[in-house]
């Protein structure tokens, strides 16, 4: 099934999105945690990879480790840095071959050490770009791109930033996936933006259950998501017991899905950091659309 048709037919559509793994315990623990997420039957998998790409190769292993434990479409990333459109081609040619599924088109950050993104000679300065090169030349894949309801971190204005996303949806992409975001009013605010702007594709929340206050402290300091003040309270005053830590967490995570899925939203986009403990829970706790 087309990524489009997914969410056309499909009341709500749950997905999760992996990193590959940098160390040999980083693989165990992930194919430890891999079968009980596989269970909670994901739509699709997503995995990403470093802010370099240097990691690819082991983001189509992460991939094809997915497809040996389940039949589920996976989805890889895929970004502009440090790329030639040769390059990217390449890429795409061996997904294919790894059977994946779909793209996350993206531009990128800067590699580790750079403040800004420079488009490598022969490559792309924008994911819109990168979207019109895997719709033109393999339209077998279906296209994701990322949307920021808070803005993302460059743009010089939320309207700048709509622009952007509309140039990426029009290049062919099938749906937005969001940036994680703790104010589901963020979230509501800038679907009905996108909407106004004419993006016309499902605008898909992407959700982070928080199961430590420092890990999530440093991920929301780098892409510039807030965490509500009476949710950093409640953590703060668990901060030297991490089950209590985790269970505030799952149970503003399960609160926050939940008002998501009554406003409407055509999905759930987790980003489960290879853990399944509190995404598992989260999603347990609801009444999640067949």
């Given at each position: 099934m087309s990524l489009s048709s997914l969410y056309r037919h499909k009341p709500f559509v749950l997905s999760f999105e992996l990193f590959p793994p940098k160390t040999d315990n980083g693989m165990k623990s992930l194919e430890q945690n891999l079968p009980e997420l596989l269970a909670l039957n994901p739509d699709f998998v997503t995995c990403t990879y470093g802010a370099g790409g240097g990691t690819r190769g082991k983001t189509l292993a992460t991939l094809e480790l997915v497809q040996s434990l389940a039949d589920v479409p996976?989805?890889?990333?895929?970004?502009?840095?440090?790329?030639?459109?040769?390059?990217?081609?390449?890429?795409?040619?061996?997904?294919e071959e790894a059977g994946v599924a779909h793209i996350v088109a993206l531009r990128g950050d800067p590699p580790?050490?750079?403040?800004?993104?420079?488009?490598?000679?022969?490559?792309?300065?924008?994911?819109?770009?990168?979207?019109?090169?895997?719709?033109?030349?393999?339209?077998?894949?279906?296209?994701?791109?990322?949307?920021?309801?808070?803005?993302?971190?460059?743009?010089?204005?939320?309207?700048?930033?709509?622009?952007?996303?509309?140039?990426?949806?029009?290049?062919?992409?099938?749906?937005?996936?969001?940036?994680?975001?703790?104010?589901?009013?963020?979230?509501?605010?800038?679907?009905?933006?996108?909407?106004?702007?004419?993006?016309?594709?499902?605008?898909?929340?992407?959700?982070m259950p928080v199961s430590n206050f420092k890990q999530i402290q440093r991920i929301t300091s780098l892409c510039g998501a807030a965490l509500p003040s009476s949710f950093i309270s409640d953590l703060e005053r668990a901060a030297d017991d991490t089950d209590a830590q985790f269970e505030i967490g799952v149970r503003f995570a399960t609160e926050q899905v939940s008002n998501l899925i009554k406003a409407g939203a055509p999905g759930i986009h987790f980003y489960v950091l290879n853990q399944c403990k509190a995404t598992s829970k989260v999603i347990k706790n609801l009444d999640i659309p067949a």
């Amino acid at each position: 099934m087309s990524l489009s048709s997914l969410y056309r037919h499909k009341p709500f559509v749950l997905s999760f999105e992996l990193f590959p793994p940098k160390t040999d315990n980083g693989m165990k623990s992930l194919e430890q945690n891999l079968p009980e997420l596989l269970a909670l039957n994901p739509d699709f998998v997503t995995c990403t990879y470093g802010a370099g790409g240097g990691t690819r190769g082991k983001t189509l292993a992460t991939l094809e480790l997915v497809q040996s434990l389940a039949d589920v479409p996976v989805v890889s990333h895929l970004t502009c840095v440090g790329s030639t459109a040769d390059d990217l081609r390449g890429f795409l040619r061996q997904a294919e071959e790894a059977g994946v599924a779909h793209i996350v088109a993206l531009r990128g950050d800067p590699p580790q050490g750079e403040e800004a993104f420079t488009a490598q000679e022969g490559g792309f300065k924008y994911a819109n770009e990168l979207v019109a090169l895997i719709r033109g030349e393999f339209p077998q894949f279906g296209v994701a791109v990322a949307g920021y309801p808070e803005i993302h971190p460059e743009a010089s204005s939320p309207a700048q930033d709509l622009e952007n996303l509309k140039r990426k949806v029009d290049a062919g992409a099938d749906v937005v996936i969001t940036q994680l975001f703790y104010a589901n009013d963020d979230y509501l605010r800038f679907r009905d933006q996108c909407a106004a702007a004419g993006i016309d594709v499902p605008i898909v929340p992407g959700i982070m259950p928080v199961s430590n206050f420092k890990q999530i402290q440093r991920i929301t300091s780098l892409c510039g998501a807030a965490l509500p003040s009476s949710f950093i309270s409640d953590l703060e005053r668990a901060a030297d017991d991490t089950d209590a830590q985790f269970e505030i967490g799952v149970r503003f995570a399960t609160e926050q899905v939940s008002n998501l899925i009554k406003a409407g939203a055509p999905g759930i986009h987790f980003y489960v950091l290879n853990q399944c403990k509190a995404t598992s829970k989260v999603i347990k706790n609801l009444d999640i659309p067949a």
